[in-house]
C-alpha cells in the first residue's frame, strides 16, 4: 500500500490556529493605529483652533477685558468649542490668555488643546 504526501488533519489545525492567533495580533495592532492617528487629528486641528483665537485677540485693536468668554467655530469639517479667559498679571500692561479647545460633540469637558500665551498693550487703544 502507497502512503499519499501531505499534511494531516492535526497539522492543518495547528497551522490555522497559528495563523488565527497571528491575525488577531494583527488586526489589534492596526486597530490601535487607526485609534492613535485620529487622537492625533483630534488634536492637532484642536490646536490650530486655539492658535486661531489666540491671533484673533492678538490682531484686535481693543485691549481684552478680563474675563471669560467662548463660543464655537468650524474647522476641517467639525464645530470646535473654545473657551477664553483673559488674566490680569503683575505688570499692568501684560494679559495672560489662556484658551482651551474641545470637540462641540463631545461629552466631556476636557479640551483637546491648550494654549496659554500673553498679549501686550502696545499699540492697542
Known amino acids: ?18 495563523l488565527a492567533i497571528a491575525m488577531g495580533a494583527i488586526l489589534s495592532g ?3 493605529y487607526a485609534d492613535n492617528a485620529g487622537r ?3 488634536k492637532t486641528v484642536a490646536l490650530w ?6 491671533t484673533e485677540l492678538s490682531v484686535q485693536l481693543a485691549w481684552p477685558d478680563i474675563g471669560k468668554s467662548d ?9 470646535w ?5 483673559i488674566k490680569a498679571t503683575p505688570d499692568a500692561r501684560l494679559r495672560r490668555a489662556d484658551i482651551s479647545v474641545r ?23
Not at 1 to 18: D, I
Request: avoid cysteine.
Open 81 to 85: 468649542k473654545w473657551e477664553v479667559e
Open 30 to 32: 492596526m486597530a490601535r
Open 1 to 18: 500500500m502507497k502512503r499519499s504526501s501531505g499534511f494531516t488533519l492535526l497539522e492543518m489545525l495547528v497551522a490555522v490556529a497559528v
Open 49 to 54: 483652533v486655539a492658535h486661531n483665537r489666540l
Open 103 to 125: 470637540p462641540a460633540k463631545a461629552r466631556n469637558k476636557d479640551a483637546a488643546a491648550s494654549l496659554a500665551a500673553f498679549l501686550a498693550d502696545t499699540g492697542r487703544q
Open 71 to 79: 463660543g464655537e467655530v468650524e474647522m476641517a469639517g467639525a464645530k
Open 40 to 42: 492625533l487629528r483630534e
